[in-house]
């Protein structure tokens, strides 16, 4: 609701934004500064609202049908925490290089800004790769997709998750690109943001997958 | 309706198809939704009346049991989706913009993306009649009968068509929940607002929680039909009721997503054409949000013959018989603004006091049906057909009625004729009640219902053979409409800015409403705005700013294209099981296709363009002589 | 449960009687849920007629508000002045509120009492009988675990008892309904998690009175899903155990050399699916034709009324299951080819004459005309 302390001014807040100039000593930070950016953060959060509830389906749906595993493998004979915890560090330290990035965003120092976003993407990749390790490795242990209820519980989770973090790193390389060679602005600023949310969240998902599945998959 | 545009480059002139494929704004996609919806309801009517006609006389072969299953599943699909929801975004999208006082949505091209992702959704859902595999497995798409091995693929066009136009749901929902809160003019606060624009809201923010557990049930339904997936699957440990649980979770805050909007068209109505304003405002927004809160957890009620047990079912029982309250709550408030008043019997009126009556009819049904050991009887029979015809019809497609009557004015610049109006209502009033109040005793009699015929001795013949002729007379009502909207264009008066003696803030707006809406956003000065300053002497409701240039988005094809390339997609996954796999990579291509879309839109600029000052200050001082 | 029924029966019975009369007024008492002839239809019935009474009063004030609202307060021709715009009344909303309150508080209470007690289970009840009911695209499968029978389409039950059924599905999911008799079970099909059936529900009933009572399938099954009807036949409790006896015996054998042609022609063609016997132990994908007879109808809908009527439907099925019963040809459906080309007319009517023969001399009630 903090968003909402001056109602709707589309008209006022626009030529500020084209000027591209926003005096360091205001109370808004930069991707606050237009109505656009405003709305893309509302929209952003309502939008995170509603994976939530997508991700919270596929985990009641995973929770009942993983001991439907049919003569296969069992969560407990196929997970490898450490490689899972692996993967757990490299994204939640890919989180950590987005706040940096969001940090610098708001120092308007573009070079630094995208050196994290860089640094985050490559994280997240690294996260994906081990992950494609994860499931061929499943796979050829007889836990796949087609071959029991569980398996598709699990890779619709896992593996939504997945899509989400690969979503992100193309979101992400398009950002790059875009602003390979210019400034923070404040019309930059909010599609920053809008991604770090994002790259948060996608992360925050993990954390409950990662006890969810691996960490109970584990114990029962 | 004629707005005068100026894109950055200068003036184009361009053919009414590109700018309707382009569109960005509010009033135009609002149009296209009304139109579209217009459209899938005379096609799921004319589905209705097959129906209808197949179940005429006992044993009838107008249909045969394949066929019949077909013709049900897509009205009730088409009905709920393509028809229902739409034409209440129809009206959102041409009225709550202008009631909060805002130059469009918060997201221009995100609305436009949504309007193109239900008519690609709607349309791929059609497209199963061109393959002869159509969904057969009701709008409810129960599992493993959609699964392709008893009903082949159509049930994936059902899967396909509904996530398609279901994201585009839920980014409406989106749009509107960050419109309202940041796009509200100077003093319109929450307290302020009419109530179309709060029931909106918390429509919007039901779709926004609502649809993601049927988004999840449709990837794991389109996994099994499509992807050998399983979940649903008994045979490799699959449940087949999880899809029950995911498709209700949806399903029972849906059918309020689609009648609070419809309630807030009434809330509209009932004021203006009783000229007084609307009884105990805080309630019926307090009500809205507890229909809302509660609309979440009652959902086992359509589940109550699975075998939860008695506890799930007395739980959800009660939870449900609660909704009763603020739902009572605000029907004495209707009946309330309307007494004391100077009641005007227009036909947006008729339409809303025909729904206090057939709304509540429906409403206590659902209170009947909420009791396990009662619906034990009424669950799947004629019983629970009349309920929620009372309710759908009764309450959001009389709403659209109402409102079609009481914004067309606003929408299209021309008054809807009222003789023809009138007529209108009472044909399709009392062929509704024709069809639908026997309905009730057939289903206690021991007619379940998505059957194709029945057997002739169980005294079904005489019932069923009223219901059709009920089902018939409504549909005298709907041409009777349809010659109406014929005449108005052709012979219809250009209508005045505020034709009603309206209270709120879009009555305030020059017809035809400029493309930027307000010239100078408005200063709202409390409930019924528009209202108040017609009481206080003033012609119009007070400017908040001096005139400016106003920014404005630029039209864009990539919405269509987008949703285009999804329905290549859709469509490409499912001819590879159906045809050959092949297809494969024309679903890839799909893939592909959106993500360049996407690609496109996040790198190229895209700040908008500015109409002048000067072109403002012009065109304002016409609109408000006019 | 059934004594406690009873009692609460006693008390609510000549009252609803009453009310039955004028909310039912008609309805095929075969099928009817307004004439209950079981426990648990009369149950249901009395919260239907609860419930349906305190609607028809708030129907009342609100359609009496309104014809006042309609009545008093049009605007007159022309008439242009302005009502007092009044905001609300406390007082008002608080009613409207508390009403409400009431009412389904009082609705709720009741609810929920009977929603525990009809689900009281009897499977440990040794007075009770067991059976399992399977739902298959689109016939009924009846199972008499402890008595070692099996049968199709027409359910027997001893009047009075309690009935603990268990229900499941083999393919999608179906509804068990008798209107009369009770109100609906869904019969799901399920995973097989360590021996235990998924989804597999228990629920008990039992009829009141001796008869012929309709069953409907109530859940969309496919193309045929309306012709999954079945009957139940309510027999007195020495009536239903000759009729459980007779069934234990092997079938009859022919004695005429047409029907001897026709059971040659029977084995060859239908014993892949069909079994003739009730204590047949094979789980065949079609129903069991013990006693087919003897069958109200044919397939759960074609007429037989009588011997010549049942012969003449019993042809007509097996020429053309598929135009009796439509079904999608898909990988799903257990579906009964057609033998109208396969079996000469000769070869059908002795096959039809075999047929005939499976009977037991246990008929049922006379009311038991379709
Ligand atoms: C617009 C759509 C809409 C609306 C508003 C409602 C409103 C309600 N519905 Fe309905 N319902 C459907 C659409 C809707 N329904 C559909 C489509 C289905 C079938 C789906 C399918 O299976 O295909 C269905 C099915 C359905 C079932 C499942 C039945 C079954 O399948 O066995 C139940 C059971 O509880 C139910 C209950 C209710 C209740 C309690 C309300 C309440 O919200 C009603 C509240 C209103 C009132 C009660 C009237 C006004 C109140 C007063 C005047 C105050 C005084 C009243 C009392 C104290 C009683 N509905
Ligand atoms: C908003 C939703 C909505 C609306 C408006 C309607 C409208 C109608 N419905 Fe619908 N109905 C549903 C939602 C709706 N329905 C749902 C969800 C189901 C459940 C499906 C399921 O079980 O899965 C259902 C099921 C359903 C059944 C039950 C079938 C069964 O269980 O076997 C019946 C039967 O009478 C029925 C009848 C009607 C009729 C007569 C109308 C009438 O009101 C229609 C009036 C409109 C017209 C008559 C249009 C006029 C058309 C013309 C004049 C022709 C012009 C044509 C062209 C030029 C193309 N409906
Ligand atoms: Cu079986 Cu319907
Ligand atoms: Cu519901």
Redesign the interface.
């Given at each position: 609701m903090s968003l909402t302390a001056e109602p709707g001014r589309l008209g006022a807040a626009a030529p500020a934004a084209r000027a591209g100039a926003v005096e360091k000593t205001e109370a808004p930070p930069i991707e606050l500064a237009t109505q656009e950016g405003r709305n893309k953060l509302i929209g952003m959060w309502l939008f995170i609202a509603a994976e939530s509830v997508l991700f919270a389906s596929f985990f009641a749906v995973y929770l009942a049908l993983r001991h439907s595993t049919m003569g296969g493998p069992t969560g407990k004979e196929l997970f490898d925490l450490k490689l899972v915890f692996l993967a757990t560090a490299l994204l939640l330290s890919s989180s950590f290089t987005s706040v940096m990035a969001v940090l610098n965003m708001r120092r308007l120092q573009a070079g630094a800004m995208k050196a994290w976003l860089l640094a985050t993407w490559l994280l997240g990749a690294s996260f994906l790769a081990l992950e494609a390790y994860e499931f061929n490795h499943y796979v050829h242990m007889g836990h796949t997709f087609t071959s029991s209820a569980f398996g598709t519980a699990f890779y619709s989770l896992v593996g939504f998750h997945g899509a989400h973090v690969t979503f992100g790193l193309l979101w992400l390389f398009a950002l790059l690109v875009r602003n390979l060679r210019r400034e923070v602005t404040p019309y930059i600023a909010p599609k920053v943001y809008a991604f770090s949310l994002y790259w948060h969240f996608v992360d925050l998902v993990w954390v409950f997958i990662f006890s969810v599945v691996y960490l109970m998959g584990k114990v029962a | 309706m004629t707005t005068i545009s100026v894109p950055v480059g200068g003036v184009r002139k361009k053919s009414l198809l590109w700018d309707y494929l382009t569109t960005v704004d509010h009033k135009k996609i609002a149009h296209l939704y009304f139109w579209t919806g217009l459209v899938y309801f005379l096609i799921g009517g004319l589905e209705a009346l097959l129906i209808r006609t197949q179940l005429a006389v006992p044993l009838n072969h107008v249909l045969?049991?394949?066929a019949?299953?077909e013709v049900l599943a897509m009205h009730g699909t088409t009905m709920i989706f393509f028809v229902a929801m739409p034409l209440l975004f129809a009206l959102m999208n041409a009225v709550v913009p202008l009631q909060i006082g805002?130059?469009?949505l918060?997201?221009p091209f995100?609305n436009a993306l949504s309007y193109w992702l239900y008519f690609f959704g709607a349309l791929l859902t059609h497209v199963s009649f061109l393959t002869g595999d159509v969904p057969?497995?009701?709008w409810t798409g129960?599992f493993?009968?959609a699964?392709?091995?008893?009903?082949?693929y159509g049930m994936s066009y059902y899967a396909m068509g509904l996530q398609l136009s279901g994201l585009g749901t839920?980014l409406t929902?989106?749009?509107f929940?960050?419109t309202i809160?940041?796009?509200?003019?100077?003093?319109?606060t929450y307290m302020r607002m009419p109530l179309f624009t709060w029931t909106t809201l918390i429509a919007s923010i039901l779709t926004?929680?609502a649809?993601?557990?049927l988004?999840?049930?449709l990837?794991?339904m389109i996994?099994?039909q499509l992807?050998?997936?399983?979940?649903f699957?008994?045979?490799?440990?699959?449940?087949?009721?999880?899809w029950q649980h995911?498709f209700w979770?949806f399903g029972h805050p849906e059918v309020y997503i689609v009648a609070l909007p419809a309630f807030g068209i009434f809330s509209e109505v009932i004021p203006v054409f009783?000229?007084?304003?609307l009884?105990?405002?805080?309630?019926m927004v307090v009500a809205t949000a507890l229909i809302a809160f509660f609309g979440f957890m009652v959902w086992v009620h359509h589940m109550f013959?699975?075998?939860l047990?008695?506890l799930a079912?007395?739980v959800f029982?009660?939870a449900t018989?609660?909704i009763?309250?603020p739902t009572?709550?605000k029907?004495?408030?209707w009946?309330?603004t309307?007494?004391?008043?100077?009641?005007?019997?227009t036909s947006a009126m008729l339409w809303s006091?025909g729904f206090?009556?057939t709304f509540?009819?429906g409403g206590?049904?659902g209170?009947?049906m909420a009791?396990?050991?009662?619906?034990?009887?009424?669950?799947?029979?004629y019983f629970i057909v009349a309920h929620f015809h009372y309710v759908l019809i009764g309450g959001t497609v009389f709403s659209v009625f109402a409102g079609a009557y009481y914004w067309w004015p606003k929408m299209f610049g021309k008054l809807l004729n009222e003789t023809l109006g009138k007529i209108h209502f009472w044909l399709f009033f009392i062929g509704f009640h024709l069809t639908f109040f026997i309905q009730h005793?057939l289903g206690?009699?021991?007619m379940?219902r998505?059957?194709?015929?029945?057997?002739p001795?169980?005294?079904f013949e005489l019932p069923n053979l009223v219901s059709t002729i009920g089902a018939y007379t409504m549909a005298l009502g709907v041409i009777v409409f349809a010659i109406n909207i014929v005449y108005t264009f052709v012979k219809g008066k250009p209508a005045p800015a505020d034709p009603w003696d309206g209270r709120t803030l879009e009555w305030a707006t020059p017809t035809p409403v400029p493309e930027y809406n307000f010239a100078r956003?408005p200063l709202i000065r409390g409930l019924d705005p528009f209202w108040l300053e017609k009481?206080a002497g003033n012609k119009t409701v007070p400017p908040a700013?001096p005139y400016?240039?106003?920014?404005m988005p630029n039209p864009s094809i990539l919405p269509f294209m987008m949703s285009l390339s999804l329905f290549i997609a859709g469509l490409g996954f499912i001819f590879k099981d159906q045809y050959h796999p092949s297809f494969l990579y024309l679903a890839l291509f799909g893939v592909a296709a959106t993500?360049l879309v996407?690609?496109l839109r996040?790198?190229i600029?895209d700040?908008?363009r500015?109409v002048p000052r000067e072109l403002v200050e012009q065109e304002d001082a016409k609109g408000v002589s006019a | 449960m059934v004594r406690q029924g009873r009692k609460k029966g006693a008390f609510y019975v000549p009252l609803f009687t009453l009310l039955a009369l004028a909310l039912a007024g008609c309805g095929d008492p075969r099928v009817s849920a307004l004439v209950p002839q079981g426990s648990n239809a009369r149950e249901s019935l009395s919260l239907i007629q609860i419930s349906a009474y305190i609607m028809f009063g708030v129907m009342g004030v609100v359609i009496f508000l309104l014809a006042v609202v309609l009545i008093r307060f049009r605007a007159k021709p022309g008439d242009r002045t302005i009502p007092k715009q009044v905001e609300g009344s406390n007082l008002l909303e608080f009613i409207w509120t508390a009403i409400p309150v009431l009412i389904i508080t009082v609705l709720s209470i009741l609810t929920v009492r009977l929603t525990f007690s009809m689900a009281q289970d009897h499977s440990d009840d040794p007075n009770a009988l067991k059976i399992q009911v399977i739902a298959h695209q689109y016939w009924w499968e009846f199972r008499y675990p402890d008595l070692g029978i099996v049968t199709a389409q027409d359910l027997y039950i001893p009047v009075g008892k309690k009935i603990s059924a268990e229900l499941w599905s083999t393919d999608v999911i179906h509804s068990f309904w008798v209107p009369a008799l009770t109100g609906k079970m869904d019969a799901n099909p399920g995973a097989l998690l360590d021996g235990k059936r998924q989804n597999a529900n228990r629920f008990s009933f039992d009829a009141e009175t001796v008869g012929v009572f309709l069953g409907k399938c109530a859940e969309l099954c496919g193309p045929s899903h309306a012709l999954m009807e079945f009957k139940v036949v309510v027999l007195p409790e020495d009536e239903f155990n000759r009729w459980v006896e007779a069934m234990k015996k092997p079938a009859p054998k022919p004695e005429t050399t047409k029907a001897a042609a026709g059971e040659q022609t029977f084995q060859k063609n239908c014993m892949a699916c069909h079994a003739l016997e009730a204590t047949d132990p094979a789980n065949r994908p079609g129903p069991n034709l013990a006693n087919i007879g003897n069958r109200l109808t044919i397939a759960g809908v074609l007429p037989a009324g009588d011997d010549a009527e049942r012969a003449a439907s019993l042809r007509r099925w097996i020429e053309a299951p598929n135009a009796v019963k439509p079904q999608n040809d898909v990988p799903g459906t257990v579906i009964m080819p057609p033998f109208k080309d396969k079996l000469s007319p000769e070869a059908l009517d002795q096959l039809v004459d075999f047929l005939m023969l499976q009977k037991v001399d246990v008929a049922p009630p006379k009311a038991a005309a379709r």
């Open positions: - | 045969d049991g394949k019949y299953n805002a130059r469009d918060a997201f995100v057969q497995g009701g129960y493993p009968l699964h392709p091995d008893y009903t082949g839920l929902g989106i749009n929940v960050a809160v940041n796009h509200r003019a100077p003093g319109m926004m929680f649809f993601p557990p988004t999840a049930g990837f794991l996994y099994d992807f050998g997936g399983a979940a699957d008994p045979a490799k440990g699959g449940n087949p009721i999880i995911l979770i009783s000229r007084k304003r009884f105990g405002y805080p309630a013959t699975v075998g047990g008695p079912n007395g029982g009660v018989t609660i009763a309250v009572g709550i029907i004495f408030n009946i309330f309307m007494w004391g008043g100077k009641v005007r019997m006091v206090i009556i509540v009819m206590v049904t209170v009947m009791l396990p050991p009662a619906d034990y009887q009424y669950h799947d029979t005793f206690l009699w021991g379940q998505r059957i194709f015929t029945y057997l001795g169980q005294g956003l009481q700013e400016a240039d106003i920014h993500l996407m690609f996040s790198v600029d700040e908008g500015h | -």
